[in-house]
């Protein structure tokens, strides 16, 4: 009896404090979904629940006359696929270097990107935003690309070869007797095996991306070629609270999509780093 | 007898005719590499021969007519010829090697590898070098070329007052460190800049750690109901773009027309308090936003561990009469940290330089009089104030440069003690 109380009393609290941060992770969500349909414009009058919902906001941002908002959406993703793409083919490649060869300039070269992961590329910026001016690539999507590639491989590349190393040598080594070359082992053994490591890769240098807002802002210059981070911002910065509800219909049509992509994908991500992490 | 000291200079010849890329290779009879060295040679003097004298002047000099050198570009080209270089120097080293390792086979009597081995032997060494080009040429020019040109940048005085192409910048050794130290407004900024990025970076991230692995436990309780669509919630602040839900924040957290203003705060009876212009209760905001966007990623990370505890555990912990917080501390605790570790480790290390949640939410502010950083700048959004709003180019690498020295620190003791690090097959 006095068991079953304190098992009562125990669950009790655990729903109420469960509850309660249900409510703290929720209610931020629902509010910019409910504001998404106010009528008004303004932050000042928008409500969670309001009284006559509109879809007129949605309506303004479909509208290419009237909002660049499709042509952001378009940049990001663009942005995101190549590199994605990019990210994959450079780090694995990387990375099976450094998990199967034992060539000169290995430990350093693993040291160097250890260290270099702990540094954000950003840190640096006044120097990618001279660089990009140098060559010309200022203003240019390319220019962002190679810059998240780069961005994206040191740390990917742990991650991967944490992964790689668990993949037994004997594998590669019996194919190797068998008359297999270097190519077609990386691509008919390893990589197969690999396949949950560039999964957990190609999402994170397709989030990143998406996520990034400094590089953005610093790289982009003209209107046409923001991205979503650059372009919803510059909607609140500019006179904040004015056209706060087209921010937040812009904000939902972006945030369900990945939100519904990473629910998807959430166990890869945690057994990849927990994988990667312990080992690497 | 005679054989042996005549071939003892084969080595020796063959490193001397490599003054000249190649000909210690066609000394040695190996044609086809000296072919390939002579032609890297060849082209890297034809290419760069007029290239890398200007680069190198512009490094030293930044410039010496004013409107007309652009000290920045200078610097820029100098840094690209000084990589060009060491990337020359080193295939020159590797050439004078090859010749002499290769001559030196000779003496000792050894047969050369034939075309057809030097063939092989080629795509055997080389294809891990092979395979990391294409990331590495990336990394030099988007990561190093930065880091570089960062380190140099801090011992020049470019500034709004010193800024090409109307000015030339000039090399100023120590003199932006010992301004930041010296000078009254850069150190006392440097100072409370410093202090609140580490309370920030210890605040923040411990409580979403602390959050994150109390809900996990609580979550994964056996006879709580309910367990999968409660964990899909929790990790939803994970899933969102996080700049999109720091706006929203900001939209929140506005001081007249935000909600927690208007509507949350006075149903508990409290009035409004100035989230966005007294600097206390930014930060108070900021470290909870920070927990509420943290804490799933340690959430969904503890989960995994704990779904991997085997039940036998804990039921011979029963057995042997532990109690509920026995059990908590010597099972559950342990192997929860000890599995994440490395984890919350880069979770301090993002935190320390987390830019987007200080700068989307209120800019770094509410400005302080006296200093020239916001009451909420860390040291990277500082970093971004004196580089894009104040123009302070010198200044911002130099605080650049301390900060990469703090990170790196912090990095390298910590993958020192790990074990990883230290086993031979695994680095």
């Known amino acids: ?280 | 007898m005679e054989e042996i000291k005549t071939t003892t200079h084969h080595g020796r010849n063959a490193v001397l005719l490599s003054i000249i890329p190649g000909f210690g290779q066609f000394y040695n009879k190996q044609f086809l590499k000296g072919f390939i060295f002579l032609i890297l040679g060849l082209s890297f003097g034809i290419v760069f021969k007029d290239i890398l004298p200007v680069g190198f002047w512009g490094l030293f000099t930044l410039g010496e007519i004013s409107k007309l050198d652009h000290s920045v570009f200078l610097l820029v080209d100098g840094i690209i010829a000084l990589i060009i270089t060491i990337m020359g120097l080193g295939v020159y080293a590797m050439n004078l090697n090859d010749a002499y390792r290769n001559g030196e086979k000779r003496d000792r009597g050894f047969n050369l590898n034939s075309v057809r081995q030097q063939y092989h032997n080629l795509i055997d060494n080389g294809f891990p070098y092979l395979m990391i080009t294409p990331g590495f040429f990336l990394l030099i020019f988007v990561v190093i070329f930065p880091i570089l040109f960062v380190a140099l940048l801090a011992f020049t005085n470019y500034d709004l007052y010193h800024s090409p192409p109307a000015k030339l910048v000039d090399w100023v050794g120590f003199q932006n460190f010992i301004d930041i130290f010296k000078l009254d407004i850069w150190r006392t900024t440097f100072f409370a800049v410093l202090a609140w990025t580490i309370i920030w970076t210890f605040g923040a991230t411990t409580l979403q750690v602390g959050i994150g692995i109390f809900l996990a436990i609580l979550v994964n309780q056996k006879d709580l109901k309910g367990k999968a669509i409660i964990r899909t919630i929790m990790i939803l602040p994970w899933a969102v773009p996080s700049f999109i839900t720091i706006l929203i924040f900001s939209g929140m957290f506005n001081e007249t027309f935000g909600v927690i203003n208007r509507d949350i705060l006075p149903f508990f009876g409290i009035e409004g308090l100035s989230w966005m212009t007294n600097e206390t209760w930014t930060r108070l905001a900021l470290i909870m936003i920070q927990t509420w966007l943290g804490f799933p990623f340690i959430f969904a990370m503890t989960t995994g561990v704990l779904q991997s505890i085997p039940d036998e555990l804990y039921e011979a912990a029963t057995v042997d009469g532990a109690s509920i917080f026995q059990k908590f501390f010597s099972i559950t605790l342990p192997l929860v940290l000890f599995a994440t570790a490395p984890i919350i480790i880069t979770q301090y290390t993002f935190n320390f330089n987390n830019f987007n949640v200080i700068f989307l939410f209120n800019g770094g502010g509410p400005a302080i009089p006296g200093q020239n950083a916001g009451g909420t700048d860390i040291l990277i959004s500082w970093i971004y104030r004196l580089t894009m709003t104040s123009a302070q180019y010198g200044k911002a690498a130099a605080v650049t440069m301390i900060l990469s020295v703090i990170v790196i620190s912090v990095a390298l003791w910590q993958f020192k003690r790990t074990k990883s690090f230290q086993e031979e097959d695994m680095m």
């Open chain 1, 1 to 280: 009896m006095n068991n079953k109380t304190s098992k009562i009393i125990r669950l009790t609290i655990s729903y109420i404090l469960i509850l309660m941060m249900i409510f703290i992770v929720v209610y931020p969500l629902l509010w910019v979904l409910g504001s998404s349909f106010n009528p008004g414009q303004s932050l000042s009058g928008s409500k969670m629940f309001p009284d006559n919902p509109t879809l007129k906001h949605y309506q303004f941002l479909f509208d290419l006359d009237k909002s660049k908002y499709l042509l952001w959406y378009w940049n990001s993703m663009k942005i995101s696929i190549i590199t994605m793409v990019l990210s994959v083919i450079a780090i694995s490649f990387t990375a099976y270097s450094f998990s199967r060869y034992r060539f000169v300039g290995r430990k350093n070269g693993l040291l160097t990107f250890l260290i270099l992961q702990m540094i954000p590329n950003f840190a640096a910026l006044i120097a990618i935003f001279v660089l990009a001016n140098r060559t010309g690539l200022i203003d240019t999507h390319i220019g962002l690309i190679l810059v998240y590639v780069g961005g994206q491989i040191p740390m990917s590349t742990w991650l991967m070869k944490g992964y790689l190393d668990t993949i037994p040598k004997e594998l590669d080594e019996s194919a190797k007797m068998d008359g297999a070359g270097h190519l077609r082992i990386f691509f008919q053994i390893v990589m197969p095996l690999a396949k949950p490591i560039i999964a957990v890769v190609a999402l994170f240098s397709f989030i990143a991306p998406l996520g990034d807002f400094i590089l953005a802002r610093i790289l982009l210059r003209s209107e046409d070629k923001f991205t979503l981070a650059v372009g919803l911002y510059e909607l609140v910065a500019k006179q904040f609270g004015n056209e706060f509800t087209k921010f937040a219909a812009g904000a939902v049509l972006i945030a369900i999509p990945i939100a519904i992509l990473f629910l998807m994908f959430q166990k890869y991500f945690v057994s990849g780093l927990t994988a990667g992490g312990t080992k690497g």
